[in-house]
């Protein structure tokens, strides 16, 4: 379940993301601001409660987001960068860890560090900006489920057909949120046009 995030500033932000004259600083701003944009679309489905207020000039009731507790994911290291935005605009929301990098040679994988809250019954957003591959996604889906995580959302900044479809074989109903479906994978596994190693330009290293 793919849904391309259709806004203006999202298409304008990714272009600069994607420019390589973008330096740190700038990256991690945008990077922010384009995770703002896509947290803001990956939660329009969050239930909400009726809730009575008073205004200074009558009572009315409004709605307010309802007691099912958020988690974010973030796939370090650069899903770290998409981490602030939901920190932001859900105070209450708990913050999970899981370490993966991909072999410069095979672009498989490898796991190197797991910190999770209680995942059972919560909603779950795993944050990481490149879906290449899906190898690092589908393993990331995979232990937060084996951790009792039920209700999973992926949100990426830019993917690619092959990644879509790789989670999408594995996982046919998890929704996928991305600011960008890009063309191809290149022989080295990265994404074309995409905007290169996002971990290297989020940390200029
Ligand atoms: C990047 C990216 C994803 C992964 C995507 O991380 O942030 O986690 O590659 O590729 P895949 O879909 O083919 O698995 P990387 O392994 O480069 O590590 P980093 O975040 O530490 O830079
Ligand atoms: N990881 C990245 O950072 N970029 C790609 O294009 C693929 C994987």
């Known amino acids: ?23 740190p600083a700038t990256f991690r701003t945008l990077a922010y601001q384009i995770s703002l ?50 920190v932001d605009i859900f105070p209450d929301v708990s913050v999970g860890y899981i370490g993966l990098e991909r072999d410069h040679e095979t672009a498989v994988a490898r796991s190197y560090y797991c910190k999770l809250p209680p995942l059972a019954g919560r909603h779950v957003f795993l944050v990481d900006p490149m879906l290449a591959t899906g190898g690092s996604a589908v393993k990331a889906i995979e232990v937060v489920q084996s951790h009792g995580a039920t209700d999973v ?48 330009r989020l940390y200029g290293t």
């Open 37 to 86: 944009l896509l947290a803001i679309e990956a939660t329009r489905r969050l239930a909400t409660e009726a809730k009575t207020i008073d205004t200074p000039l009558e009572p009315v009731t409004g709605r307010v987001l309802g007691p099912q507790p958020l988690v974010v994911v973030p796939i370090l290291r650069a899903g770290l960068g998409m981490v602030q935005p939901f």
């Open 153 to 200: 959302v992926l949100v990426s900044i830019v993917s690619s057909p092959e990644g879509v479809a790789e989670v999408e074989k594995h996982f046919p109903r998890l929704p996928i949120f991305t600011a960008a479906l890009d063309r191809e994978l290149n022989a080295r596994k990265y994404i074309l046009p995409g905007l290169g190693d996002f971990g290297d």
């Open 1 to 23: 379940m793919l849904t391309i995030l259709d806004h203006p500033l999202a298409a304008h932000v990714i272009t600069h993301l994607r420019d390589k004259t973008t330096k």
